[in-house]
T-cell receptor
């Protein structure tokens, strides 16, 4: 059963703590993406990765970090430098740079208090 | 700056009606325009997509109309059903150093009344 998994579904953290969100895909996709979704603002790109050991900043990368050590995994760390971390985080993947279709995981809702 | 503008923010129709959601863009480098459907607490699911070389695309009850000169595209849902109640996002994509980054509209919450 192929797809994208994100864990956990809900995550609670205290302000000032770093937190890492998991994203795994078994679709053999080359490219992976992280988006942030806030009410009334659509989805905004945080980071993307075309291949292993390579990633690029998206529109709102400040306060976030990523790694891509394996093709199937693209974890996102929300650092204490992110001023408004509470949001719904979505991971996506696509076959590669030449293919447009992106497929999304179920998301992780992060609440920081 | 919102690269893709979407309207309306919310829409209520009766079952069987034809809701229409509109999107507009400015960047002529965009060359792929998908629509996503999202249910509460779930990730968006790709619904239908169009390239700028065609003016219309149909898949089942969903139709995209594309007006390249006006830089506008819209989603029509024929014979809408209560199960279509969801938030719909339009998006546009362009090549960025080999990647394909999506720019999303702000979403339209559709409610179909039985």
């Amino acid at each position: 059963d192929g797809g994208i998994t994100q864990s956990p579904k809900y995550l609670f953290r205290k302000e000032g703590q770093n937190v890492t969100l998991s994203c795994e895909q078994n679709l053999n996709h080359d490219a992976m993406y992280w988006y942030r979704q806030d009410p009334g603002q659509g989805l905004r790109l945080i980071y993307y990765s075309q291949i292993v050991n390579d990633f690029q900043k998206g529109d709102i990368a400040e306060g976030y970090s990523v790694s891509r050590e394996k093709k199937e995994s693209f974890p996102l760390t929300v650092t204490s430098a992110q001023k408004n971390p509470t949001a719904f985080y979505l991971c996506a993947s696509s076959t590669g740079a030449g293919v447009y279709e992106q497929y999304f995981g179920p998301g992780t809702r992060l609440t920081v208090t | 700056q919102q690269q893709v503008k979407q309207s309306p923010q919310s829409l209520i129709v009766q079952k069987g009606g034809i809701p229409i959601i509109n999107c507009a863009y400015e960047n002529t480098a965009f060359d792929y325009f998908p629509w996503y459907q999202q249910f509460p607490g779930k990730g968006p699911a790709l619904l239908i997509a169009i390239r700028p070389d065609v003016s219309e695309k149909k898949e089942g009850r969903f139709t995209i109309s594309f007006n390249k000169s006006a830089k506008q595209f819209s989603l029509h849902i024929m014979d809408s059903q209560p199960g279509d109640s969801a938030t719909y996002f339009c998006a546009a994509s362009r090549r960025v150093t080999g990647a394909n980054n999506l720019f999303f509209g702000t979403g339209t919450r559709l409610t179909v009344i039985p």
